[in-house]
């Protein structure tokens, strides 16, 4: 009887035509296996403990190929634990992301299945992981196919996550581009997405196999083909890097269309994780400059002479409360050294998302003269965040409209507040560091807004930059400039030019924009971000608020006095905003007494609890 280790599982037989005397066939065979590494994998295969399960088993493949996966916990956790769902990865090495991936997924759940090479059913111990595929575009194959096609469909409707490389062969060295990429994407994978209406999950492979692979294919892909054993035997020992997307929900892709549409966006999902900011590779923008450092006496306390003049302040100054929390409102005249403790902090919180001014303290000549919400911590007895607020009527009649902050960053003209009337700018918002852990802390603060907005009906507007940091992928701060253009651009754009247009230096690709064109929530930008930033940092949360407040964008300007800043100007008509949300942050009476001020019927409160 055979030992484990003797059996055959791969078998080399050359065509009865082959110029090869028959004495010498067995030995030709056996020596050209051995060259094309099948001999070795056989070798691997039988060494691995029969009595391991397959999840161990490929674990322990890795260790004997002496490489491994390199993935980010956050990124694992975004995978499903239960429910239907596709994973959609690259497929640049031929082997062993299968591996890989398998592996993975079989920590996170039981029930998977992956797509495979029908030329891995020859290995036994794997056929309970593997729905076999041929995919080698041929007729025969095409038809071979309907059969784990409605087998994968089947697996997906009842619960199971699939991993997909709907390139079927591996990634190869294209002439025309110069570039190693996969071929087209087979679109399979969007029939079956769009029959299970299951998400998906876009994962990306880093890397590609060595120059004499890209060789040997390009003088034909069946030497590519016959080079995959050896890759595997090969892998890359210093690991492979896997980023994995979050789920996209079906409704994300519904719009999108159906067969090479779908596919198409799903491949340019998975490819924009080459770009994740985790690869710490990024583009500049205009007028690059140094990180702002802390100086010392910017990071020192001194709060007593504050604390003071918060004890002194009116009741009347205090806006909105919650338990130990409050925000007031003050003019610098009335609490000079609070405000300069709102310099200070506004520098600290600035500099940790990689803008601020560089100075000791971030203030200037507007803050004389704007009111200055301040949320205070009566427990703790120190700031906690603040909100710049500037009256535009009274500002313009005093200063001019240079006398505004936003005319820093952009030229305004004057038909602009002719047509807005009485307006609030906000802007230098911040929440300090160890409250940003809830939302709670920019609530109240929206809360005092809010109630100033309740107490001086007549501005029926708000206005102001919203800085996107430079910490974020030149790539998504375009993708949210492209966004907003197209579908939440404000109809008085054409009264505001930016001081400093925002340039980039690197190319977006034609398709970048086009996808992003049909992208239609702000959800699924943000989305797209996340997987490019990493560790779900999408669009801005301060963007979000905004638009929830019925806001527009006027203008985008670069800032570089700012930590090269991208501002977005945006603009709110608070008569259109949700009657829900104006009232979560006015109170339902003001809310209403403020759309009957400006003769609006304030349609929605009863909805209200």
């Not at 390199?70 to 499903?80: C, Q, T």
């Not at 020859?122 to 080698?136: A, G, T």
């Not at 087979?186 to 890397?207: D, E, M, Q």
């Not at 797209?528 to 985008?556: C, F, H, M, N, T």
Request: glycine residues 6%; positive net charge.
């Amino acid at each position: 009887m055979q030992s484990s280790i003797d059996q055959e599982i791969f078998k080399i037989k050359f065509p009865a035509k082959a110029l090869i005397p028959s004495a010498i066939r067995p030995m030709a065979e056996s020596t050209m296996k051995k060259f094309l590494y099948l001999k070795k994998l056989e070798e691997i295969y039988w060494s691995i403990p029969s009595e391991l399960d397959t999840k161990n088993f490929l674990a322990r493949a890795q260790d004997i190929l002496k490489t491994n996966c390199l993935v980010d916990p956050y990124d694992l956790a975004r995978i499903p634990k239960k429910g239907p769902a596709v994973v959609v990865a690259n497929h640049p090495f031929g082997g062993i992301e299968g591996v890989m991936i398998g592996e993975l997924m079989l920590r996170i759940r039981p029930d998977v299945k992956v797509i495979a090479n029908y030329l891995l059913g020859s290995l036994p111990r794997l056929r309970d992981l593997f729905i076999f595929v041929d995919p080698f575009e041929t007729n025969s194959a095409i038809e071979k196919n309907l059969r784990p096609l409605r087998e994968a469909m089947r697996f997906v409707e009842d619960g199971g996550l699939l991993v997909v490389f709907p390139a079927g062969e591996v990634a190869h060295l294209k002439l025309k581009s110069r570039k190693v990429a996969d071929p087209l994407w087979n679109p399979s994978v969007a029939r079956i997405v769009s029959r299970t209406k299951c998400p998906v999950i876009p994962a990306f492979f880093h890397g590609a196999n060595g120059p004499l692979f890209q060789v040997m294919g390009l003088l034909h892909p069946r030497l590519r083909t016959a080079m995959l054993p050896r890759q595997l035997v090969k892998s890359p020992r210093q690991g492979i890097r896997l980023t994995i997307g979050g789920p996209i929900p079906f409704k994300h892709m519904a719009h999108i269309g159906r067969g090479n549409e779908l596919t198409d966006y799903l491949r340019w999902r998975t490819h924009l994780l080459r770009k994740t900011c985790r690869q710490k590779n990024r583009w500049s923008l205009s007028f690059e400059q140094e990180p702002a450092k802390a100086s010392a006496q910017a990071t020192c306390r001194g709060l007593s002479p504050a604390i003071r003049e918060i004890t002194e302040l009116s009741p009347k100054n205090t806006l909105a409360r919650n338990k130990n929390m409050r925000v007031v409102m003050v003019k610098r005249n009335e609490a000079p050294e609070l405000v300069k403790e709102i310099g200070r902090m506004r520098e600290i919180a600035f500099r940790q998302v990689g803008e601020g001014t560089g100075k000791e303290l971030d203030l200037d000549r507007f803050d004389d003269y704007y009111l200055h919400l301040c949320l205070w911590d009566d427990a703790k007895q120190e700031l906690a965040g603040g909100y710049r607020v500037g009256l535009s009527d009274e500002i313009i009649d005093a200063h001019g409209i240079n006398g505004l902050y936003t005319s820093t960053l952009f030229k305004i003209k004057p038909q602009f507040f002719k047509k807005l009337g009485p307006s609030l700018e906000l802007g230098r918002s911040f929440v300090r560091p160890e409250y940003q852990r809830s939302y709670s802390a920019l609530l109240l603060l929206w809360k005092g807004i809010g109630s100033l907005v309740a107490l001086t009906p007549k501005y029926r507007h708000i206005f102001g930059p919203v800085s996107v940091s430079n910490n974020y992928h030149p790539l998504s701060r375009r993708f949210m400039i492209k966004f907003f253009e197209k579908h939440l651009k404000s109809k008085y754009s054409l009264l505001v030019r930016p001081r400093r247009p925002v340039k980039f230096h690197s190319p977006t690709g034609s398709k970048n924009l086009d996808f992003i064109s049909k992208i239609n929530s702000l959800d699924e930008l943000s989305s797209i971000i996340a997987d490019i930033e990493g560790e779900g940092r999408g669009v801005p949360i301060l963007l979000q608020q905004y638009v929830k407040l019925a806001s527009r964008s006027v203008a985008w300007n670069l800032d570089p006095d700012f930590g090269n800043v991208v501002d977005c100007f945006l603009l709110s008509d608070l008569t259109k905003v949700e009657p829900k949300i104006l009232a979560r942050y006015c109170g339902r009476s003001e809310a209403e007494n403020f759309l009957k001020y400006h003769e609006m019927q304030p349609k929605g409160f009863s909805l209200c609890a």
